[in-house]
């Protein structure tokens, strides 16, 4: 593999113009798109742009070539473009998740302490917390007023706009700091964000100036109090937009490529879905990186809701129905992959691992500990879609998570393969995976566009 052709050598001028295009287009949108419940909204912008039309205002039935979503949540999305065949013979389906790793205020956040005013946080998924320090910041998210309506939160993205952040100590006094394992440095309950420092002139004697301050200020701003906390949903995300990375601008370093990226390019490939045999879908799911728990997450019993309400649509309405829309219905859980990093390959086995531009990443299985919680894709569907991949002269590659006992990890693949369908991983690889600026290749995210669009025409 590492002697194989790299995606870059196999394109003319004209289909590198494309690529670049393509690339802009998602560098944009990942950068406009750092929060689960951003990434709905414009993705729902793209698909009606496209001619797709929301499930819940569809009326009668559907008929071959309709495109329609549903939304759960504010927090995830399902597209389907409606086949000519009944829905029965199986879908043709992407599935990605949309949340990534970051920093969750604690309902009860602000707090002062020897002359500043700090917000208390939860970190939210799989991090190396050292990583989320002395660095520019943003909050966003949404808070919920009892009253029923919200306000969308957004700090430290505008020119404009202060940034926000994480304090570490200073070198100088950071012996005994320095003695402990990296998993120790920074200490959960020592992510608390830094918000402010000049104290409320009217505050009294007995209360927090430098917090009264700052509530006052996000009042003014948000009309919001400090129990709103309670009912909100706030977000630290790395500040500033992704960025061209490389002097030869060959990559794309931002926040939230996992997984983001397969995301996108699963949403871009069925856009250009136009009357398949087959009903096409794509799955856009929250909570992945913490179980898939919850009611938005793909343990939730949205999507195979949605599908029983499209087949009602059909005059499918038996349970018989639902098993076989499931049973022959087959996936790529399209989630990002490890790229071969040279500065530490020694974690990977390298005859079956991932390399930056060489194209979409399968991955059998995923796991850890002799593949626990993996999926582990059946060799014949894995032929299946060598054929789909070649019939289109789609660059892939297979790879693990790491050598044997180096770690792991898992997507939502094992959960579709409950419902009895055929799924195997297929994603994207990444530098960097789960810090707050991760690397992928443009090379990639194009032909993974480009493979996710070869599976969905050439699947049977």
């Not at 990605?96 to 604690?106: E, F, N, Q």
């Not at 520019?136 to 919920?144: D, E, I, R, Y």
């Not at 440095?185 to 104290?199: H, N, Q, R, T, Y």
């Not at 009912?231 to 992704?242: N, T």
């Amino acid at each position: 593999m590492m002697k194989s052709k790299t995606v870059w050598e196999t394109l003319d001028k004209k289909e590198t113009k494309k690529l670049h295009a393509f690339c802009e287009e998602y560098r944009i949108f990942l950068s406009e798109s750092k929060t689960e419940r951003e990434f709905t909204e414009n993705a729902v912008k793209l698909a009606e742009e496209n001619g797709f039309k929301n499930l819940e205002k569809m009326k009668g039935t559907l008929k071959a070539g309709d495109r329609v979503y549903a939304v759960n949540r504010n927090k995830n999305v399902s597209l389907f473009v409606i086949g000519s065949q009944p829905l029965t013979d199986g879908m043709t389906i992407l599935g990605a998740h949309i949340d990534s790793p970051r920093i969750d205020l604690k309902q009860h956040p602000l707090y002062e302490k020897d002359g500043l005013c700090l917000m208390d946080t939860h970190y939210y998924g799989g991090i190396k917390k050292y990583q989320w320090v002395a660095r520019p910041m943003a909050l966003h998210g949404v808070v919920c007023r009892k009253n029923g309506t919200a306000v969308n939160v957004t700090i430290g993205e505008s020119e404009d706009d202060p940034v926000l952040g994480i304090t570490d100590l200073l070198v100088h006094l950071a012996s005994q700091q320095m003695k402990k394992p990296a998993s120790e440095v920074i200490e959960g309950e020592k992510l608390d964000i830094l918000a402010g420092s000049i104290p409320s002139a009217s505050a009294k004697k007995d209360e927090d100036p430098v917090k009264e301050n700052i509530m006052n200020l996000l009042h003014e701003k948000y009309d919001i109090d400090e129990d709103d906390f309670m009912s909100a949903e706030l977000e630290l995300v790395p500040a500033g937009r992704a960025r061209d990375y490389g002097i030869d601008r060959s990559m794309i370093m931002g926040y939230g490529h996992d997984d983001k990226v397969c995301a996108y390019t699963s949403l871009r490939a069925i856009l250009d879905e136009t009357n398949p045999k087959r009903t096409s879908c794509c799955i856009l799911v929250d909570k992945e990186e913490i179980g898939s728990v919850g009611a938005t997450g793909m343990h939730s019993r949205f999507f195979e809701d949605t599908v029983a309400e499209i087949l009602d649509c059909q005059g499918l309405t038996s349970i018989r129905h639902l098993n076989d829309a499931f049973k022959h219905s087959k996936m790529l859980s399209s989630d990002v992959s490890v790229a071969v990093d040279p500065l530490y390959s020694d974690v990977c086995e390298l005859k079956n691992s991932a390399y930056l531009g060489k194209g979409i990443v399968f991955n059998k299985y995923t796991g850890s500990r002799g593949k626990y919680s993996s999926n582990d894709a059946n060799a014949e569907f894995i032929a299946e879609v060598r054929a789909a991949m070649d019939k289109d002269d789609i660059m892939y590659q297979t790879s693990e998570l790491g050598a044997v006992d180096a770690g792991g990890g898992g997507t939502i693949a094992y959960i579709l393969a409950q419902l009895n369908m055929d799924v195997i991983d297929a994603g994207i690889a990444v530098l960097n995976m789960h810090a707050p600026s991760e690397i992928v290749s443009k090379a990639d995210v194009y032909e993974g566009y480009l493979a996710y669009k070869a599976f969905l025409k050439n699947i049977k």
